[in-house]
């Protein structure tokens, strides 16, 4: 990170930006043809940390996924506009978290139910859920095991 004072290393910070963020940006890349999706998240903080996201059985992201399983996130929350005078004078306050790691379709039922608890934790807070077997069934549970992140504040 170029401006030290602005990086997040503290884990309770960075786990505080996860939590707030409202969705999640992965970014994939095959050959020279990069692609990035916006979607919904949960967050395992055991370990390097675990995102889960849940999509459709097909589509785009599903097959880039199995040409390179290797991507980069971000997310960001607490945007706070700064005007001014002049032009350059604006700016924008923020908390990022930037990362990467290796995303997976689980197939495993308890590791997909625990990605979805993860996933409902995120909006829904910590009561329990249940899930329809038919939507489950038509439903792709993605595991990205993170392997390094940074946060950012300014």
Not at 35 to 52: A, S
Not at 72 to 79: L, Y
Not at 129 to 140: A, G, I, N, Q, W
Request: with cysteine; glycine share 10%.
């Amino acid at each position: 990170m170029r401006r030290n004072e602005r990086e997040v290393s503290e884990v309770e910070i960075i786990t505080d930006i996860i939590r707030s963020s409202d969705v999640c940006r992965i970014a994939f890349a095959v050959e020279n043809e990069p692609y990035i999706v916006t979607m919904n998240f949960g967050y395992d903080p055991e370990g390097k940390g675990v995102l889960f996201f849940h999509c459709a059985n097909e589509g785009r992201k599903l097959e880039l996924l199995k040409k390179n399983s290797y991507v980069c996130f971000e997310m960001d929350t607490d945007h706070k506009l700064n005007s001014g005078e002049k032009g350059c004078d604006w700016g924008m306050n923020f908390r990022s978290i930037i990362g990467y790691g290796n995303i997976s379709i689980v197939t495993e039922n308890d590791v997909r139910r625990r990605g979805l608890d993860c996933i409902m934790k995120q909006y829904g807070g910590e009561k329990e859920f249940t899930y329809d077997e038919k939507v489950l069934s038509r439903t792709t549970i993605l595991k990205l095991e993170i392997t390094g992140m940074t946060g950012k504040k300014c």
